[in-house]
């Protein structure tokens, strides 16, 4: 029977390793350099028992393959997660003032909700209903790929979108969601996840997880890769790959040291001595992580440079994600406990998960728990305590959270997520005609994350669970092939 590494534990490494036992691969086993499960939607618990995720995540909609792998371990979505009800805060920074975002049960709900959004003029949602009637049906029939060169603000604008509105800080979300800022993102990518999540409401709607995603959703997903007679190994970090230029093989190996303290690993990694090895006894290998990961191996074998996937993969650019976890006194005193947009960067973005999570909800020392995400490019040099203090002090301006000072914070923690397994894919024009295929170009390697082609296209975590899939379905099919008789 065949024997099938992958490398990476995240959604795409997870829904690779479950399909490819699924589809009778004799022995997989998982290689996880983090000591969580769940990649870049990882979690863990501080010795007191305050929750750490490594990003703001949510389930949408439209995530039907996580949320079939949820179902197969044993998890309803549904049950251990909370709706967002579609409803947000926006902060406008041309008003000073704070504006309630609704989303309705259907799309005519949606738009006329959007069009009563009071952050816009009269003239601007006149203006914006044109260009929706102009642009949608063609969006929902279909993306072309030749969008990848346009930037999506200047797409729009050439299509009617008033530049009053593309000056707005909701509109600064579309490149926010997807970590493109300060720079614009690709139209093909956006276009593609408007066209998703356009069809309805369902596909639309947001949930939080009711508690940290690494309990409520990987775990159960690793529980039932064992039970299927995976096997997972963590601290394992992928250095390097074996080739003769045509067939993988081998992975260079090393095994990396304990965290010291509680947390996410930090890069530079410390290695354990005398780690390093050459694994060799495999038929093939899925491997699932980033693209900021790649560069290094590739700058360092000349010969990987050579074939076009790779190099282009190297050539990707990767963003920072920067998180930051803010225990504090104050409750929201206005306003849907969910999402509030708009803030000042980095930390543009926040939600007070307190209601949603069982361990927070009845605890009386905390009146929040909020959870700050944004982009940390361009913010290596602020100190830690200078971005909790901007933070909070943008988020005072949001009408009913007035009360918000860092001297009400009873514990912080601010998390650079910038070690090279940690980046997220940026969809910046022209990104997508650098993204490979899930079949690698060494005979028995395979690709597989959001940053690979799928059917989505754009970064998320449904794109990553499809994408893991997919390279398995390919890599069944190619030891199929090669057990059939000549």
């Given at each position: 029977m065949p024997r099938v590494i992958v490398v990476g534990a995240g959604p795409a490494g997870l829904a690779a390793a479950e399909a490819l036992l699924d589809g009778g691969a004799g022995e997989v086993e998982i290689l996880s350099l983090e000591p969580y499960l769940g990649g870049n939607a990882a979690a863990f618990r501080t010795a007191d028992g305050r929750v750490v995720e490594q990003g703001l995540h949510c389930w949408f909609g439209f995530y039907d393959e996580m949320a079939a792998l949820l179902r197969r371990s044993g998890v309803d979505i549904r049950a251990v997660s909370t709706s967002g009800h579609g409803q947000a805060l926006v902060w406008e920074e041309r008003e000073r003032r704070t504006h309630r975002l609704r989303l309705g049960p259907h799309t005519p709900w949606t738009a006329a909700a959007g069009l009563c959004y009071d952050g816009l003029t009269l003239l601007e949602k006149a203006r914006v209903a044109l260009f929706c009637a102009r642009v949608v049906p063609g969006v929902l029939a279909g993306v072309a790929e030749a969008h990848d060169d346009e930037c999506f603000t200047s797409w729009c604008l050439a299509r009617g979108l008033p530049a009053s509105v593309a000056a707005t800080r909701l509109w600064r979300v579309t490149r926010e969601g997807q970590f493109n800022?300060?720079?614009?993102?690709?139209?093909?990518?956006?276009?593609?996840?408007?066209?998703?999540?356009?069809?309805?409401?369902?596909?639309?709607?947001?949930?939080?997880?009711?508690?940290?995603?690494?309990?409520?959703?990987?775990?159960?997903?690793?529980?039932?890769?064992?039970?299927?007679?995976?096997?997972?190994?963590?601290?394992?970090e992928l250095v390097g790959l074996e080739h003769d230029g045509q067939r993988l093989t081998g992975l260079k190996l090393r095994t990396v040291a304990p965290a010291p303290v509680e947390g996410f690993l930090e890069h530079p990694f410390e290695v354990e001595p005398g780690s390093e090895r050459t694994e060799r006894a495999f038929d093939a290998a899925v491997l699932a992580v980033p693209p900021a990961a790649w560069q290094p191996i590739v700058a360092a074998d000349p010969s990987l440079a050579a074939l076009r996937p790779f190099r282009n993969v190297a050539r990707m650019r990767t963003v920072v994600p920067l998180g930051l976890h803010v225990w504090h006194r104050e409750a929201p005193r206005w306003g849907p406990r969910s999402f509030v947009l708009g803030l000042d960067l980095p930390l543009g973005a926040v939600v007070d998960v307190k209601p949603f999570h069982p361990g927070y909800r009845d605890d009386a020392r905390f009146g929040s728990v909020l959870h700050f995400v944004g982009p940390g490019d361009g913010w290596e040099d602020w100190p830690a305590e200078a971005l909790v203090e901007r933070a909070l002090a943008s988020l005072r301006r949001v009408r009913g959270h007035e009360r918000f000072t860092t001297g009400g914070a009873l514990a912080w923690r601010l998390e650079r997520h910038d070690g090279p397994h940690r980046r997220y894919w940026c969809s910046e024009p022209g990104s997508v005609r650098l993204k490979p295929g899930p079949r690698g170009p060494l005979e028995g390697q395979f690709f597989a994350g959001d940053w690979v082609r799928n059917e989505l296209d754009f970064p998320c975590m449904e794109a990553a669970i499809r994408s893991g899939r997919e390279a398995a379905a390919v890599a069944l099919d190619a030891l199929a092939s090669a057990r059939k008789p000549a």
């Open positions: 800022l300060p720079g614009e993102i690709s139209a093909y990518p956006m276009l593609k996840t408007l066209r998703v999540m356009c069809r309805d409401y369902a596909t639309a709607e947001f949930r939080f997880a009711r508690g940290p995603m690494g309990e409520l959703w990987w775990g159960p997903i690793g529980a039932r890769i064992e039970a299927l007679g995976g096997r997972i190994r963590t601290r394992q």
